[in-house]
Structure formats: C-alpha cells, structure tokens
C-alpha cells in the first residue's frame, strides 16, 4: 500500500468515527426531545427522571467524542482544567470548580488517546455522575 492509499484509509475512518459520533448525539437530543416534549404527558415525575440515562449517554458520548476530535486536531495550548481555573473557574466556588473538572477530566487525555476512548470515559464520568445517583435516587 502507497502513501496515498493509506492516507484514503485514515481518512475513512476518521469520517466513519465521525459519523458515530454525530449520529449519537442526535440521537441522544432525540430521545430528550420525544421523551420530555411527546411522552412527558403521560409520564410520571419519577419515570421521566428515570429515563435521563436514555438520552444523557448517547449525548456524553457524542458531544466527548466530537470535542475530544477537535483538541486532537487544535494546536497544542494549555490543558482544558488549566483555562477554566486561569478563566476565574476556582472564584466561583468549591462546587461548580469540581463540577468543570469532573467534565473536564475525560478531556485531559484527549490529545493522547483516540477520540473514541474519550468519549468511552466521558459517557462513564456521566454515568458515574447522573445516571447512577438518578437510579438510586428514583428508587
């Protein structure tokens, strides 16, 4: 295989991957979008803050993913942590400063890990974070 034929290849997959990601987070608004907008209606409070886990992972996973692409193709600067605290993130309090790491935190790796596995581990961090505590809340 040429040069040429390999940079067809690459370039392949990294439309393919992508594709998954965008087809994700639509479908992840999607789902928000029928569940909350057609089916609240006929849902009680406690199923439809059970279903967040429908629509909140296919959402984490697309929006990593595609974020985790655009730092892989970016310059190299400063760490995402980095610019929100440099940004005035640690002034506005202990919570929201934990909260920007917690979403930040997948990012960090996104320059040294394919943009599938940062959005492995950001649709975990969400996992870890809503969608588990909204299963044991909802109980």
């Known amino acids: 295989m040429d040069d040429r034929e390999q940079r067809l290849e690459v370039d392949r997959a990294d439309r ?9 987070l639509l479908v992840g608004v999607g789902l928000a979008a ?3 907008g057609v089916c609240a209606g ?3 409070e406690k199923q439809l803050f059970l279903v967040t886990g429908l629509w909140a992972l296919p959402v984490a996973f697309g929006g990593y993913g595609l974020v985790a692409r655009w730092l892989q193709r970016s310059k190299p600067r400063q ?3 980095r610019a929100i605290v440099r940004g005035g993130g640690a ?4 919570l929201l400063t934990l909260l ?3 979403v930040l935190l997948p990012l960090k790796f996104a ?4 943009a599938t596995v940062t959005a492995l581990v950001g649709a975990g961090v969400v996992a870890v974070f809503v969608v588990i ?7």
Do not use: D, K, W
Request: proline content about 6%; glycine content about 8%.
């Open 16 to 24: 393919r991957e992508a594709t998954l990601f965008i087809t994700t």
């Open 34 to 36: 029928v569940i909350y």
């Open 42 to 44: 006929n849902m009680s």
């Open 79 to 81: 760490s995402p942590g």
């Open 91 to 94: 002034s506005l309090g202990f």
């Open 100 to 102: 920007f790491f917690v």
């Open 111 to 114: 320059r040294t890990q394919r």
């Open 133 to 139: 505590p909204t299963l044991y809340l909802g109980l």
